[in-house]
C-alpha cells in the first residue's frame, strides 16, 4: 500500500479561494480529496482551473508532483490571492 499523506489545508487557502469567490468564479474546495489531487477547482468563462495552493516555502509532494505532471488542462501553483487570478487570467 502506498503511503499516505495527510490532507491539511494551507494557512493561504481562505483568503485565496476567497478572492477567487469575489471575482465571480465557483470554487470547489478539493484538499480532503487526497491522493495528490489539486486543492482548488475554479470555474470561471466557462473553463476550469485546477490550482495547488502552496504557502510561501511549500513544496509538492511526490503524490501532488505525481498528478501535476499527468494533468493535460489548466494547472497550477499558487501561493497568493494576486497569483491565483493570474492563473485564471484575470491578472496580468
Given at each position: 500500500?502506498?503511503?499516505r499523506y495527510a490532507a491539511k489545508t494551507d494557512a493561504n487557502q481562505a483568503?485565496?479561494?476567497?478572492?477567487?469567490?469575489?471575482?465571480?468564479?465557483?470554487?470547489?474546495?478539493?484538499?480532503?480529496?487526497?491522493?495528490?489531487?489539486?486543492?482548488?477547482?475554479?470555474?470561471?468563462?466557462?473553463?476550469?482551473?485546477?490550482?495547488?495552493v502552496k504557502t510561501d516555502k511549500g513544496k509538492l509532494t511526490p503524490r501532488?508532483?505525481?498528478?501535476?505532471?499527468?494533468?493535460?488542462?489548466?494547472?497550477?501553483?499558487?501561493?497568493?490571492?494576486?497569483?491565483?487570478?493570474?492563473?485564471?487570467?484575470?491578472?496580468?
Amino acid at each position: 500500500m502506498g503511503t499516505r499523506y495527510a490532507a491539511k489545508t494551507d494557512a493561504n487557502q481562505a483568503e485565496i479561494v476567497q478572492a477567487l469567490r469575489d471575482v465571480g468564479a465557483s470554487v470547489l474546495v478539493l484538499s480532503r480529496v487526497g491522493q495528490g489531487v489539486a486543492d482548488l477547482a475554479v470555474g470561471i468563462r466557462g473553463e476550469t482551473f485546477f490550482l495547488e495552493v502552496k504557502t510561501d516555502k511549500g513544496k509538492l509532494t511526490p503524490r501532488e508532483q505525481e498528478f501535476m505532471d499527468g494533468w493535460r488542462g489548466h494547472y497550477a501553483i499558487v501561493r497568493t490571492p494576486e497569483e491565483a487570478l493570474r492563473a485564471i487570467g484575470l491578472m496580468e
